[in-house]
């Protein structure tokens, strides 16, 4: 299993498969020893929480559940699709740029 990941926390990117498939939205954390990804408001689970303290209350949280890293794709503001990113050195540093149209993400 690779330890690398296609996307960064922060990234805007785009489900391609799943219940959720066609959703956008941010990424809040990356595991790249599991090769998942939790992305914001999507991929919800119910989880009962019981509470833990006097006073904390229990119940049923929804939360964001973490899903793999490749059923997620980078989203492109400027072409409005999931595209796959390319590499370009500008300056002496190496930038991420959109592999359609170019624009740096």
Same mark, same amino acid.
Do not use: F, W
């Given at each position: 299993? %690779? ?59 929804? %939360?964001? %559940?973490?899903?793999? %890293? ?10 409005? !699709? ?17 592999? !359609?149209?170019? !624009?740096?993400?």
């Amino acid at each position: 299993m %690779a330890n690398k990941l296609h996307v960064r926390t922060g990234d805007t990117v785009m489900i391609i498969s799943g219940d959720d498939k066609g959703e956008t939205g941010k990424v809040l954390a990356v595991s790249p020893k599991e090769g998942k990804v939790i992305v914001e408001g999507l991929n919800k689970v119910k989880k009962h929480v019981k509470p833990r303290k006097m006073g904390d209350k229990g119940g049923i949280v929804e %939360a964001e %559940a973490p899903m793999y %890293a490749s059923k997620v794709q980078i989203y492109c503001s400027s072409c409005k !699709k999931p595209v796959r990113v390319a590499h370009k050195v500008e300056d002496g540093k190496k930038v991420r740029v959109c592999g !359609k149209c170019g !624009k740096t993400l």
